[in-house]
């Protein structure tokens, strides 16, 4: 049905099978950095009118690709898709992010709430499948949901927050309720990452963007739990072909282990975690993601280079004695900025390609 | 001088000393959320107002020690006096934090930098007197100031930021105009907190409050390294009594063996630290600050009393079979929020000396 993929570096990463150099993609590696974008952008009129239309989210979904050489491509898409399916009445205000208008924060909303239609998420599906036949084998195509904390965040905030207060206000008094709603999110996150594998996604990737702000206990209790449950329900492979499942708590560096034990192939870090530590601490477990500081991107060539050396020496060799005891897929620790010289990612990406093959033949 | 100490526990615990209860005081406790607060502070008519006037500074650090049994009061005052005083022009724009009216961006405006003068920052220091004096013995002073690197995000960036932009760019690209702020930033916190020292203070404390925005490497070359700076030049005694020192990275869960390195007497965690999981890391060396998560203050009162019991119970015996294994002062692990109903303060601080002393006694 698709074209036999020309190179498979990031899948093979994942997997921590032997690469010939550390493959390299960026988290919203398809936004508002480029020109590109912002043009397609500008002429689907909103940012639902570009995800929602599969000509759309396949354009700008291979526009990074045909600047960089990057290793994989991911949906263009949204986390807040599945509550929006959900009935909460998504809307993005300009300069200030996602907004529901329908928010979840008594126990008659809570009631409410169910695992929405999937049929309602359909040009999703159908965005990853016109995605699959456009990259034509070029690279793998990743697919993605929030993490059922991180949903409910906004569905109970109604929109993006500093203090967490409403959300954490619910955790603490009504926990009950909490645990409902985090149920319901992580059965209907497993079903729309599955129906993106089926719909041809070679790779999924949960994003807890928010598991961090949580106290410890609360993360395990509250978010670990439940991205487990989601990965429990997940598809190990589809077609023949291992998917890897991937999960990136920001500000989860001090739970690795916890992490790691929820058995995702690929575990994401960001920039305040030390990559040969996190080696050292699950490495056998798992293949890690990451994890340079965006905002190294705004420094000059040399710099970009001398981070992206950095940053791999620090993972260490990358195949271990026995040919598995390693796995690193290049990345930023979180999202690239809008303010991003697009030049910079050129240094970046060409930096890692040429250094990790340098670090394979010396 | 001044009266003797009536309650050192909150001293002795900073010190790894035996204590009756675990002491406990909070961050931002003289604070919006208090009604009598925001009647003081409507009478000065601003933030500023309210900081530079030694009997308001002196009545509003009281206020919450009228209401609750706290073991310390804390200084009322902000970390951005300091570069105030450097001229860079502070202002609080209601409801959006503070400002400077000229932000540090490039070299001309760092080589203008100096340590200040500081009978600029005289009404700090008479302020902590004037709190001194009032205090009466009830409980001791703690006097504080910004990290280094605290202080030089909010003069690179001229107010808060979510992306730290502006500051990591010259972090990057201008390492040499960074360090040069940072050494300069170091030696006028390390001035200043020993003048509060001098004028009162009976401990002092370096919020450090985005260290943890932080990569890895740079933290500890940033960041650390000029707390370590000011700690390094920081009296550890006066007139006869020992001061201790207190260093608090908001994030900085995964280098507290680095932190303790540079030898604070305590070290404040944030709630995404297990305190036990610290302890065993680095308690032999350092007391412990924390670190309930601020939004249990949003909780009913059983669930607030089982936070602090589980709080407790996870730094575990206070004082090990050596008598200076421990040290655990008892705090939120960031500030309070405005929103909190002072009632939940009663219920945390009444909790935390109940719960502390039946575990000493069991």
Request: charged letters at 20%; a negative charge; proline letters at 6%.
């Given at each position: 049905m698709y074209a036999p993929l020309k190179n498979d570096s990031f899948l093979r990463a994942c997997l921590r099978q032997t690469t010939e150099h550390t493959p390299v993609w960026l988290m919203r590696q398809a936004g508002r950095y480029l020109p590109e974008y912002?043009?397609?952008?500008?002429?689907?009129?909103?940012?639902?009118?570009?995800?929602?239309?599969?000509?759309?989210?396949?354009?700008?979904?291979?526009?990074?690709?045909?600047?960089?050489?990057?290793?994989?491509?991911?949906?263009?898409?949204?986390?807040?898709?599945?509550?929006?399916?959900?009935?909460?009445g998504l809307s993005f205000v300009n300069g200030e992010g996602p907004r529901f208008a329908s928010p979840v924060r008594d126990e008659a909303a809570v009631a409410q709430l169910a695992v929405p239609d999937m049929d309602k998420l359909r040009y999703v599906f159908d965005a990853v499948t016109s995605i699959r036949k456009a990259l034509n084998g070029r690279v793998p195509l990743i697919g993605f949901?929030?993490?059922?904390?991180?949903?409910?965040?906004?569905?109970?905030?109604?929109?993006?927050?500093?203090?967490?207060?409403?959300?954490?206000s619910m955790l603490y008094s009504r926990p009950d309720l909490m645990h409902r709603m985090l149920a319901i999110n992580a059965d209907a996150v497993a079903l729309y990452l599955n129906a993106q594998i089926e719909a041809g996604a070679q790779a999924v990737m949960v994003f807890d963007s928010w598991g961090g702000v949580l106290a410890d206990g609360a993360f395990q209790q509250f978010s670990l739990a439940y991205t487990q449950r989601v990965l429990k329900q997940l598809k190990r492979e589809h077609e023949g072909q291992r998917i890897p499942h991937i999960v990136f708590t920001k500000g989860g560096g001090l739970w690795l282990e916890d992490i790691a034990a929820i058995q995702p192939d690929v575990?994401?870090?960001?920039?305040?975690?030390?990559?040969?530590?996190?080696?050292?601490?699950?490495?056998?477990?798992?293949?890690?993601?990451?994890?340079?500081?965006?905002?190294?991107?705004?420094?000059?060539?040399?710099a970009i280079r001398a981070e992206v050396e950095r940053t791999l020496a620090s993972y260490g060799p990358p195949i271990g004695p026995d040919g598995r005891a390693g796995g690193h897929v290049f990345n930023l620790g979180h999202g690239i900025s809008q303010h991003t010289p697009p030049e910079s990612v050129a240094v970046l990406v060409d930096a890692v390609h040429e250094v990790s093959r340098r670090m394979r033949s010396a």
């Open positions: 912002r043009a397609t952008r500008a002429r689907a009129g909103s940012f639902m009118g570009l995800a929602t239309n599969t000509d759309y989210a396949t354009e700008v979904t291979l526009q990074p690709l045909d600047r960089y050489p990057l290793d994989a491509a991911i949906l263009f898409s949204d986390i807040l898709t599945v509550p929006d399916a959900m009935g909460l949901a929030g993490s059922p904390w991180t949903l409910a965040c906004y569905m109970v905030e109604g929109a993006g927050s500093d203090d967490y207060r409403l959300v954490k575990v994401g870090l960001d920039w305040t975690v030390n990559l040969g530590a996190a080696r050292a601490r699950i490495g056998d477990r798992v293949a890690l993601q990451g994890n340079i500081d965006p905002n190294v991107l705004f420094a000059p060539p040399a």
